[in-house]
């Protein structure tokens, strides 16, 4: 689906593949152990803790870090860093359209996979965008969702943030059918990894003033975090404001 | 080309508008159009200053302007804190609703610093249950185009939006969540609340 609006922090989380199996575990771990929580968020008992140490490696490392990375390198570096990570994500997105008989999107990053390697060098420049054509962003917790798997109960993992145990089952996944990942070794992967941590510390940067309010601003920042995410994540998913309005929002309007 | 940018949405809204209005059944062709009109000012002024080279400071004021003349913003007050608001007096009322105003233009007006360079182009209106959706593209530097949406109402024989969903993010839901957070902080006291909220945003 598409990628940056105004809180993609929230939807694409993560510092890198680095954290990941350790981050993975320790979720699993601290699962087990859950405590009692509303109903609508089970897992709150275990989400608050973590989304606590989450704040702290933002405060400590994420965010003075992109603060750095935003006043030492010029903006068409950082896009250009940003560009080359999107187009390494692109096979992996390929897989998963794939998976969801998702023809058009398939097609759409094909073409830009192929434009965007060669004509882009690398893909440094996004010359797909220039010429129209979108890339169809995806993960495998989208392609669990096509396939009929439900969101299940809010997530928030430490180092990747927001997410649901369908998501975060797809994140998982996704490190393992990622045909680039699994590809690349030694200087490369390096490489890939650096890009990878540019794009989000350029992400952190450039949304600065809506993450900062989130997290430093809210009276209850893990409640705003996950609502944010929950919001977001299923209009990428269903993509339809209207239903969002008529339905499950109804009481909202109740006073209107 | 900053002119351009801020010329060309208009002119694509009257020619939409315009087929709109034609496609538009006759029972709901006059709100939908007024919808419409209303967010085409909106944006409007919204691509006027994201483009007009002021200050952050400028802009800021400029935006928290734009909001309460075109949000219902009482509404969105008394919505946002519930069933608290039905019981206090009408002056701790009218003192919540200035603070809500106040914090809420704040902490909106910055968030559109991000839309700077950018501009947003109106799609569509159309009716969504007792409301009306106008729905539009926001094109931002550097960034793929997302999805904005108003939801509009007619509050007292006038046209105004009482929701924003920014990629289906929800203001009302969202801010909903916060104030009331913010209440159970203060334990439940409104005036501590409407306090709070006058440096809060």
Redesign the interface.
Known sequence: MRQPDISPAFKRPGIGAFALRASAFAAVVLLAGCAAAPADDPLAGVNRPVHAFNKGLDTVALRPASQVYGAVAPTPVRQGVSNFADNLSTPGDMVNNGLQGDLDGFARNTFRLLMNSTVGVLGIWDVASAMGVEPEETDFGETLHVWGVGEGAYVELPVFGPSTTRDAFGTVVDFVIDPVGTTLDGREADYALGARVGSVLDTRERFSTTIDSVLYDSADSYSQSRLIYLQNRRFELGGDDAQQTIDTESDLYADF | MPIFDALSPTRRAVLAGAAASVLAGPALALTDREARALIDGLVGEINTVINSGKSEAGMIRDFENIFNRYGDVP?IA??VL?QPFNAISSAEQAAYTTAFRGYISR?YG??F??FIGGRIEVNDA?A????F?V?TTAFLR??????L?F?V?DSGGQDRF??M??????L???E???VR??L??VGGSVPALTQALQS??
Do not use: S, Y
């Not at chain 2, 550097?142 to 999805?147: R, T």
């Not at chain 2, 969903?165 to 929800?170: A, P, S, T, Y």
């Open positions: 509404a008394r919505t519930g902490k910055k968030r610093r991000e159309r969504a249950g007792r409301f959706e729905r550097g960034e793929q185009p997302f999805d949406t939801v109402m009482i929701n969903l920014i990629e289906g993010v929800n009302l839901a969202t909903r969540n916060e957070a913010r159970d902080r809060a945003g």
